[in-house]
């Protein structure tokens, strides 16, 4: 019996999301708490899981902010450190008029790349079913290694391994240089979920989904999820007794506020099903199917609201859906 059902690590920043002008026609800006990895946990632990964060943020008002909206929906911040000498990250995340986001960061390296191995709670990542994690932490150390060492340490303990890759062009110190890091944890993956537009970036632009699924499963993953926007997810899965399985999900139509923390959202939904089985990995179709269904909706959900964190659903608001 594990602890936790997620346990995630990473970037933990606040989100500044544009909100309207004001009199002069000057940008207003709202303030919410986000970071790939935090809107993950934080999706599992809305739904009623248990979700535990380990990462760093500045001592400052934003990072006792972000650590407060975590305690509220009862994610574990007991793995959380704080920087002395560095800020908690910002973003500035603007809106086209479909509700599509644009990143301008402050993180420079900012508070959540400076988390070392020996910040690392053991005990959290021992008794993590999943560790979550995204690329972002591998753009600087010593978050690379502390990265690193904490998949060693939750594979060790018998937990599984669920992963984003994430592309945020300003983040990383190059393309090739991104691409090559991004693909260097699908093989301690057990799960990975990427947009089309990452899985374009990673194999290539005319990749197909479904080759897409069968390359990534081909790295090591067992389940890999490649969403597609308003037309749902793609995905391909090893059963226990080594078939492939794969097909697409389709989600309803809903008027589009805001997609910051749509895949992560999706990613939550989806941890959070897999983790009230007693193998996660033990996938059929039917079964599998109905969890993504699940996710779908949970990101459904939260892109018709503004925000990452805030907009996420509890899980009456997904059974009512």
Avoid at 3 to 32: C, P, Q, R
Avoid at 62 to 71: I, K, T, W
Avoid at 264 to 291: C, H, I, Q, V, W
């Amino acid at each position: 019996m594990k602890k936790y059902d997620v346990v995630a690590l990473g970037e933990i920043l606040i989100d500044f999301t544009f909100a309207g002008t004001n009199a002069d026609g000057k940008k207003l800006y709202e303030e919410n708490p986000g970071g790939a990895p935090a809107n993950c946990v934080s999706a599992v632990s809305k739904l009623g899981g248990k979700g535990a964060f380990i990462g760093m943020t500045g001592r400052d008002s934003f990072g006792e902010d972000v650590r407060r909206v975590l305690e509220e929906i009862n994610v574990d911040t007991s793995g959380m450190r704080y920087s002395e000498s560095q800020h908690t990250t910002l973003a500035f995340v603007s809106l086209d008029p479909n509700g599509e986001r644009h990143f301008s960061f402050c993180r420079n390296p900012g508070a959540d790349t400076q988390i070392r191995p020996e910040d690392l709670d053991r005990s959290m990542l021992e008794n993590a079913r999943f560790l979550h994690i995204g690329s972002l932490s591998l753009t600087d150390e010593p978050a690379k290694s502390a990265t690193l060492a904490a998949i060693e340490i939750t594979k060790k303990a018998g937990g599984l391994i669920s992963y984003d890759p994430n592309w945020r062009a300003n983040l990383w110190k190059g393309r090739s240089d991104a691409i090559d890091l991004m693909k260097s944890l699908f093989p301690l993956a057990d799960t990975v979920k990427v947009s089309d537009e990452e899985l374009a970036l990673l194999f290539g632009k005319d990749i197909s989904a479904e080759e897409g699924g069968k390359k990534i499963l081909s790295l090591g993953p067992s389940l890999a999820m490649i969403t597609l926007g308003a037309k749902g997810v793609y995905y391909a899965a090893r059963t226990l007794d080594g078939s492939v399985i794969s097909g697409t999900v389709g989600c309803k139509d809903v008027k589009v506020v805001d997609t910051t923390g749509a895949g992560d959202s999706f990613t939550g939904g989806m941890l959070y099903r897999l983790t009230r089985r007693e193998n996660p990995l033990a996938f059929t179709k039917e079964n599998l199917e109905a969890d993504l269904n699940f996710a779908n909706t949970v990101a459904s959900i939260c892109v018709t609201r503004r925000g990452a964190i805030p907009a996420l659903p509890t899980l009456k608001e997904v059974e009512n859906f």
